[in-house]
C-alpha cells in the first residue's frame, strides 16, 4: 500500500478514535473532584493531536501532502502506525461499551450543536484549540452526526466510574508514549514544543484556585503515569521522556504559583476561606495565617552609601534570629504618592507586600530567574509623621537573600547588565554566553507573563549577576530584579505611572514612556516583550542601547522627541541588519518581532491582552517566534 492510501488508513482510524475520545472529553456532570480526570484526557489528547500533526497525519487530506510522503512515519512503520491507532480506538469503544452497559452514562441530546463546534467546548473548559485542530474535530464529529439515525448526542454521567476511568488513562498514555516511540529523536523534540505551547496555554487560561487545583492533580496523575513501563523504553525515547516530564513538574509549579498569587490579590475571585487541604496541596499559606512580609526597620543595617537616591539598589545586613546575614535591598520610592495621577502610599505599599509575597513563596520556577525576596520594609522612621519624612527616607525596600552556591563569592554586591555595558575593562562576551543569556531572558519573561504579572521595569539596569570566587561574571546565572514597578497583569489593575527618566524611557515603548502624558497608555505584556528587543539590541552589539544609537543622554533628558524615536531607530533596515551581523538571522529576527509587536506577536491593533483568546495567542506566538528562535541556535 502506498504511503498516501496508508495515510488515508489511518487517518480514518485516528478519526473514529476521536470521535469516541471526543464525545468523552465534552461529557456532562463529571463529579467535582474528578473533574481533573477529565482534564488529563483532554491534555492525552492533545498528544495524540501534536503526534498526528507532527508525523503529517492532519494534512493528508490537503495540498500539502509533501510532507507525509517524504516522511519516515508511514514509509518505515506501516503496520505499527495502523495498529497503535487501532489500540486507541478499541480502547475508548470498549470503555464507552461497558459504561453504557452499565448506564453510567447515558446520551442526551446535543440542540446546541456542542459537539460540531469544539471552539465551544474549548472556551467551557478553558483549553486553547488552534484553527487545524479545531477543524479536524469538527470534521470528524461531523461525520458521526451524518452516520446517527437519531441526530449526534452528547453523553451525561448518571455515576461516574474513577477507577475505570484511571485505567483508561493509563492505558491511553502508555498507546501515546509507544507512538512518540517510533518517531525520530528531532520529531520527539517537535512534539513536546507543540505540547508545551498547549500546556501554557492551559495554565494561561486557568484563574480560579479550584481549577489551577484540578490542573496540578491532572499532571501529577500525569507524571505518575508516565513512570509506569518506563524500562520498555528506547534510550532515546527515554532522553524526550526526561525532558518532557521535566517540563510537567515545571508546570506543576507554575500552576501552583499562579494559584498563590490569586490568594494575594484581593482583586481576584479567590474564595475568602480556602480549604486546607487545597491550600496545603497547593503549597498555599494555611487559611486564615497572615503574611507577614513587612519587616521592622531596626533590622536592616544599610550600607553607609545608600542615601544617594540614584542607586536602584544598595547592600545591607539584616538581623536574624541566626545572627546576621548579608542581603541587598531593591528600592520603591513613593515620594510622589497621593499626588495627581499616582497611587497613595496606602496602595503603593499594597502592591509591594504582593510582591514581596509573590517573590518570598517556595519553590518557585527555575525559569523565573528572580532571586528569594525576604519581605520589605519602609525607610522612614515610624515615630516621625507622614509630612515630615524626609525626601530621602520616602522609599520602601524590598530585601533579597543572595543566591548560596559554593562557586559564588560570598561579599561582592550583585552587578548589572548595563554596568558590564558600560565597563570598558571587561572583554566583550562570547556569542554562545550572550544568546545563552538572551534565551533565559526571553524564557523567564515567558513565565512570568503565565501567572500574570507585567514586569514594567525591564532594562538593562535590573538584569544581575553574581561574581564568582575568581571575581569572574558567570553568564548562565542571571537574575532578574527591578520589580518596583511591577503589577499584576489583570484589566481592572492600576497602572502606576514612573517618574519622568529619559534614561528609563530608552526602554519603553513609545507609547508607554513617561512623556505621553495624559496619551500613554497602560502597561501591557507586549510592552515587556519590547523593552526585551531592546536589550537583544545591546546583547548584540555589547553597548548600551544609547551607545548603539548615538544618542548623548544629556541632550535626550530635556527633549523628550530624542527618546520617542528610539523604535523607529531600532527597527530602521541598517540597524535590523547589524544586529543579524553580529548575531545572526534567528536572533535577528527574534529581536525584530519583539521592537515590532503587535501583527509580529499575533496581536490586532487595540486588541485587549487581559483577554483570555489573545492572552494566549500572545503567548504561543512569542514562544514560537522568539523563546524558541533563540533556544535553536547554533553557533
Not at 475568602?272 to 497547593?282: G, T
Not at 525607610?379 to 516621625?384: F, L, R
Not at 507573563?449 to 561574581?467: D, E, M
Not at 519590547?530 to 530635556?558: C, D, N, Q
Request: proline share 4%; charged share 30%.
Amino acid at each position: 500500500m502506498d504511503p498516501v492510501s496508508l495515510a488515508g488508513l489511518a487517518l480514518g482510524v485516528a478519526s473514529l478514535a476521536l470521535q469516541c475520545i471526543q464525545l468523552l472529553v465534552t461529557a456532562l456532570d463529571y463529579e467535582d473532584d474528578c473533574k481533573y480526570l477529565n482534564l488529563r484526557l483532554r491534555l492525552e489528547q492533545q498528544r495524540l493531536f501534536a503526534w498526528s500533526e507532527t508525523s503529517g497525519l492532519l494534512d493528508v487530506n490537503t495540498e500539502n501532502q509533501d510532507r507525509i510522503l517524504n516522511s519516515n512515519v508511514f514509509n518505515l512503520h506501516r503496520q505499527t502506525v495502523l495498529d497503535l491507532l487501532v489500540q486507541v480506538q478499541c480502547l475508548f469503544d470498549e470503555f464507552l461499551e461497558i459504561q453504557n452497559k452499565h448506564n453510567n452514562l447515558t446520551p442526551v441530546r446535543d440542540n446546541g450543536d456542542f459537539l460540531t463546534s469544539p471552539e465551544q467546548d474549548a472556551k467551557q473548559a478553558s483549553f486553547p484549540i488552534s484553527e487545524k485542530k479545531r477543524l479536524f474535530i469538527k470534521k470528524a464529529m461531523m461525520s458521526l452526526k451524518e452516520k446517527s439515525r437519531d441526530g449526534l448526542k452528547r453523553l451525561k454521567w448518571v455515576s461516574f466510574d474513577k477507577e475505570g476511568f484511571e485505567h483508561l488513562l493509563s492505558k491511553f498514555t502508555l498507546l501515546n508514549d509507544s507512538m512518540m516511540n517510533i518517531l525520530d529523536h528531532s520529531l520527539q523534540i517537535e512534539i513536546r514544543h507543540t505540547v508545551q505551547d498547549t500546556n501554557r496555554g492551559v495554565l494561561l487560561l486557568h484563574h480560579k484556585i479550584a481549577d489551577l487545583s484540578h490542573l496540578v492533580l491532572a499532571l501529577k496523575a500525569q507524571l505518575e503515569a508516565r513512570d509506569v513501563g518506563a524500562s520498555t523504553r528506547t534510550r532515546m525515547s527515554n532522553v524526550e521522556r526526561e525532558a518532557s516530564m521535566a517540563e510537567l513538574r515545571q508546570l506543576s509549579k507554575l500552576a501552583k504559583f499562579k494559584a498563590f498569587n490569586e490568594t494575594i490579590d484581593p482583586k481576584s475571585d479567590a474564595p475568602a476561606v480556602i480549604d486546607e487541604a487545597v491550600a496545603s496541596f497547593l503549597g498555599l499559606a494555611k487559611p486564615g495565617d497572615p503574611r507577614l512580609v513587612q519587616m521592622p526597620k531596626y533590622l536592616i543595617e544599610l550600607d553607609p552609601n545608600v542615601d544617594d537616591l540614584d542607586d536602584p539598589r544598595c547592600e545591607a545586613i539584616m538581623k536574624t534570629a541566626q545572627g546576621k546575614k548579608k542581603v541587598w535591598i531593591e528600592w520603591k520610592d513613593y515620594d510622589t504618592a497621593g499626588t495627581p495621577g499616582c497611587l497613595s502610599k496606602a496602595d503603593i505599599v499594597d502592591r509591594v507586600r504582593k510582591l514581596a509575597c509573590l517573590l518570598n513563596h517556595s519553590p518557585k520556577p527555575e525559569a523565573f530567574r528572580t532571586p528569594h525576596c525576604i519581605g520589605f520594609f519602609d525607610k522612614a522612621d515610624p515615630d516621625v509623621p507622614e509630612d515630615d519624612v524626609d525626601i530621602l527616607d520616602r522609599r520602601l525596600g524590598l530585601i533579597f537573600e543572595r543566591p548560596e552556591t559554593d562557586d559564588l563569592h560570598d561579599s561582592l554586591p550583585p552587578v548589572s547588565l548595563r554596568e558590564l555595558l558600560l565597563d570598558k575593562a571587561i572583554r566583550k562576551p562570547r556569542v554562545t554566553d550572550r544568546i545563552k543569556l538572551a534565551h533565559a531572558l526571553s524564557n523567564c519573561l515567558l513565565y512570568l507573563h503565565a501567572v500574570n504579572w507585567l514586569h514594567k521595569g525591564l532594562r538593562s539596569h535590573n538584569i544581575l549577576f553574581f561574581r564568582t570566587k575568581s571575581g569572574h561574571v558567570d553568564y548562565s546565572q542571571v537574575y532578574l530584579s527591578g520589580f518596583d514597578f511591577s503589577r499584576p497583569g489583570g484589566s481592572d489593575e492600576v497602572t502606576e505611572i514612573p517618574g519622568s527618566d529619559a534614561e528609563h524611557d530608552l526602554y519603553r515603548h513609545p507609547l508607554a514612556q513617561s512623556n505621553q502624558g495624559k496619551g500613554r497608555q497602560r502597561s501591557k505584556k507586549s510592552f515587556d516583550i519590547y523593552s526585551l528587543g531592546v536589550i537583544l539590541v545591546e546583547l548584540a552589539h555589547w553597548k548600551p542601547v544609547e551607545a548603539v544609537l548615538g544618542i548623548e543622554m544629556r541632550l535626550a533628558k530635556g527633549q523628550s522627541d530624542v527618546v520617542r524615536h528610539v523604535r523607529s531607530q531600532l527597527l530602521a533596515a541598517e540597524s535590523v541588519a547589524d544586529v543579524g551581523a553580529e548575531m545572526g538571522e534567528r536572533f535577528e529576527e527574534a529581536a525584530r518581532r519583539c521592537l515590532t509587536g503587535e501583527h509580529e506577536l499575533g496581536l490586532e491593533v487595540g486588541e485587549d491582552e487581559t483577554a483570555d483568546e489573545v492572552a494566549e495567542r500572545l503567548s504561543v506566538r512569542y514562544y514560537d517566534d522568539v523563546v524558541k528562535k533563540l533556544a535553536e541556535i547554533v553557533v
